[in-house]
């Protein structure tokens, strides 16, 4: 077995997408529309070009995207001037309180074997490895 983080952070991630497709599916939504979804909730009225932006998206794949999710009643896309602006429709709130809740979900099965300290150490430790990568997410325009 591999003892690095790339192995841990793999295993993570498969599990993760498992759980998380799990749920979706259950709204009709796939693990691609995760982002999309959180994005909108916490962003009333954004645009697609600052939703695309925000999570480095290719814009073809958020034009698919969104698209997509207003053709499957998730999104409102209203226009406004030269922009369309983005909601969440009543689908879509539903979409984004179980697209929010899954993280929180999932981590308390996936350290549910850790105590309480345990748990903040090792997320602790994680944003401490991967705060470059973060700030860098963070400052992008």
């Known amino acids: 077995m591999f003892q690095t983080l790339a192995y841990y952070a793999t295993m993570c991630h498969r599990s993760f997408v498992d759980y998380t497709t799990a749920r979706l599916q259950l709204l009709g939504l796939s693990f691609g529309s995760l982002f999309p979804v959180i994005y909108v909730g916490k962003h009333p009225g ?3 070009a600052e939703l695309t932006a925000a999570l480095g998206l290719d814009w073809g794949y958020s034009q698919r995207s969104v698209t997509r999710l207003v053709e499957e009643g998730f999104l409102t896309r209203e226009k406004s001037g030269r922009a369309y602006h983005l909601n969440l429709s009543a689908k ?13 979900d999932w981590d308390r099965e996936a350290m549910a074997s850790l105590s309480e300290t345990e748990r903040e150490q090792i997320l602790s430790l ?3 490895a991967t705060k470059k990568e973060v700030d860098s997410i963070c400052t992008r325009p």
């Not at 879509?92 to 929180?104: I, K, R, T």
């Open 46 to 48: 954004c645009t697609q």
């Open 92 to 104: 879509g709130q539903e979409a984004f309180q179980v697209s929010h809740q899954v993280f929180f």
């Open 126 to 128: 994680l944003a401490k």
